[in-house]
T-cell receptor
């Protein structure tokens, strides 16, 4: 399974756009990139998943360059409630494999 | 859909006692995962099942831990005997085998072994 590297922590202010970048140099051809969000005392929550180029949903956008060795999660106009830990995972799509969670990025949004 | 349901939400037990954690996956999901989360080690995958069959249990810490999935709608994680170092939040997650869309996690069971 491809290893991922992401910043340990990030700070932002309400209303700003936040971009969290994840490196995955050893990504395999059949690997997808998935991001999860975890609030204290809750289980991780699926945010977005992509294979290449750009994916957008009502919560976030995911940008993946052509070489797929990195990806960027973009959160538009964050609010205090977006304070959470964000995990980047790389692995086969669906549940064809077991996903390994790293340390994640602790995002703190300030007023 | 009620999501992934775990019980109990909290469990406090004495060292040496048997602990059983329960999970009901989302109906129609055929993969189930047990994770453990601590401050020191983060989220660790313990075991996962596909179509009720254990696929990878290499994350199970030791023989004191066992997991079963007797049918598609129920799984248990048992610790016997429990030790203080087993204190953690245990999460169950489920997903569809064919499709994309990631895992759905339950709310977790906070286990404290004293």
């Amino acid at each position: 399974l491809a290893k991922t590297t992401q910043p340990i922590s990030m700070d932002s202010y309400e209303g700003q756009e936040v971009n969290i970048t994840c490196s995955h140099n050893n990504i395999a051809t059949n690997d997808y990139i998935t991001w999860y969000q975890q609030f204290p005392s809750q289980g991780p929550r699926f945010i977005i998943q992509g294979y290449k180029t750009k994916v957008t949903n009502e919560v976030a956008s995911l940008f993946i360059p052509a070489d797929r060795k990195s990806s960027t999660l973009s959160l538009p106009r964050v609010s205090l409630s977006d304070t959470a830990v964000y995990y980047c995972l790389v692995g086969p799509g669906g549940s064809q494999g077991n996903l390994i969670f790293g340390k994640g990025t602790k995002l703190s949004v300030k007023p | 859909d009620a999501g992934v349901i775990q019980s109990p939400r909290h469990e406090v037990t004495e060292m040496g006692q048997e602990v059983t954690l329960r999970c009901k996956p989302i109906s129609g999901h055929n993969s189930l995962f047990w994770y453990r989360q601590t401050m020191m080690r983060g989220l660790e995958l313990l075991i996962y099942f596909n179509n009720n069959v254990p696929i990878d249990d290499s994350g199970m810490p030791e023989d004191r831990f066992s997991a079963k999935m007797p049918n598609a709608s129920f799984s248990t994680l048992k610790i016997q005997p429990s030790e203080p170092r087993d204190s953690a939040v245990y999460f169950c997650a489920s997903s569809l085998n064919e499709g994309l869309g990631g895992y759905t996690f339950g709310s977790g069971t906070r286990l404290t072994v004293v």
